[in-house]
């Protein structure tokens, strides 16, 4: 099948990728010169593992091109995925504007591609484009095909979805969607098809309950830390009972990156627009934001009997979202790191794969290391905010020598309190008072 992908972030360039490993001819136009110029090279414009390999194969089969020109990748076509951003508006509402955009474009590209939207849109934005469309002269198919691949197992994710989400009312369309994906649910996980409205608040719904999930076991982390509870025992009781499972039950500091907070401000803005008070999406950002400023005031309170945090030095691993990401949109590690430099604190981190953007975003506000060890120099305290594999079993020794004092402060409860405790460590996690456990 020939296939256009509108835009190549991390849902388009996935998708395109694995629509193009599939067997599928695939152009994917993005209006970015610079990035087309790049993929083109078979380089990627961020790190997403196993999309490297994947891109260079297929283009080097023929079968993966990019373009920004959409009358190159439209022609011929029988489908067109929308996947530009949705970014949050002021009001919180999702801007639709790079979807609207893409989709009169594709129209006036050809007369009979079939427009899906991949791009996580809220609930009636499907009909609001085939309006737009009718209202130009045009009268494509339009239907819905929300994305949940995560970032950091996007291939993985893409190529063996849990399931496929499809609003779709024609069957012809159906059928040549679920020829599309049958090679990606050959284990038998099912392409669901539904009205529209149906697939846009499934995508919605998904992302909200995670998000309203993780700031459960964060309030109850914090319910752990003031009453003398240990969140390790809650969890592993709470989530081994079947009808919860441990799945994102992990504490933290905090949820972020470039869905979940404005998948959640979408949703309570679309729900407030319909005349419903949101109630538990947004007690799930109260949650998160309390759940950031706690993990900030446990350094504060440190800092406080030693003359505060101005002119301290604060070593940090990782500032990416989450682990095996380059992504740093809403990271809570932004949220802490900026805490500290408020205060006067010289902060020098270190991330595996997110350095350009925190570069970007920085500058030389902090000092970058080229290791997670080059940092820890002078540092009086070490805060590890992001889960990645190589930060999660040092050499505590090492650790120890290295640093000018022994104090961690872990937003991602990667180490064993009783070894830490043992060796004269200073540490702080998520839901176990460390106060409590020095009295
Ligand atoms: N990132 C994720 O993990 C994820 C997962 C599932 C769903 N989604 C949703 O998928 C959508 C895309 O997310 P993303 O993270 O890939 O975004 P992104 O910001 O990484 O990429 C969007 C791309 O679209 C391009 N673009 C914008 N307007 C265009 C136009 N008119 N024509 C062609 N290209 C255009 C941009 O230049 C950019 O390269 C969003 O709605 C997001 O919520 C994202």
Known sequence: MKIAVIGTGYVGLVTGACFAETGNEVTCVDIDQSKVDLLRDGKIPFFEPGLENLVRRNIESGRLTFSTEYSLAITGAELALICVGTPSAEDGSADLSYVFDAAVSIAKASDSVLIAIKSTVPVGTRDRVKKLLEDEGFS??????????????AVQDCLKPDRVVVGIQNQKHKELLQDLYAPFVRSGNPVLFMDSRSAELAKYSTNAYLAVRI???????????????????????????????????????????????????????????????????????????????????????????????????????????????????????LTVIDAILDKGAKVYL?????????????????????????????????????????????????????????????????????????????????????????R
């Open 350 to 438: 270190y991330d595996p794969s997110a350095m350009d953007s925190l570069a970007a975003n920085y500058g030389s506000k902090v000092t970058f290391g080229k290791n997670m060890w080059d940092i820890l120099a002078d540092a009086d305290a070490l805060c590890v905010l992001t889960e990645w594999n190589e930060f999660k079993h040092p050499d505590f020794s090492k650790l120890k020598s290295n640093m000018k004092e022994s104090v961690i402060f872990d937003g991602r409860n990667l180490y064993d309190v009783s070894v830490l405790d043992s060796m004269g460590f200073v540490y702080h996690r998520v839901g176990v008072s460390y106060e409590e456990r020095s």
């Open 215 to 333: 700031s459960f076991i964060n309030e109850i982390s914090q319910i752990c830390e003031e009453l003398g509870a240990n969140i390790d025992d809650v969890r592993k009781a709470l989530g081994s009972d079947q009808r919860v499972g441990m799945q994102y039950l992990y504490p933290s500091v905090g949820w972020g990156g470039s869905c979940f907070p404005k998948d959640v401000k979408a949703l309570v803005n679309f729900s407030e627009s319909a005349g419903l008070s949101s109630i538990l999406p947004s007690a799930s950002f109260s949650v998160n934001q309390r759940q950031k400023q706690r993990f900030v005031d446990k350094i504060y309170r440190h800092f406080e009997t030693l003359g505060g945090l101005e002119g301290k030095t604060i070593a940090v691993w990782g500032g990416a979202f989450k682990a095996n990401t380059d992504d740093i949109r809403e990271s809570p590690a």
């Open 140 to 153: 494509h198919s339009v239907i819905s095909n929300p994305e949940f691949l995560r970032e950091g197992s």
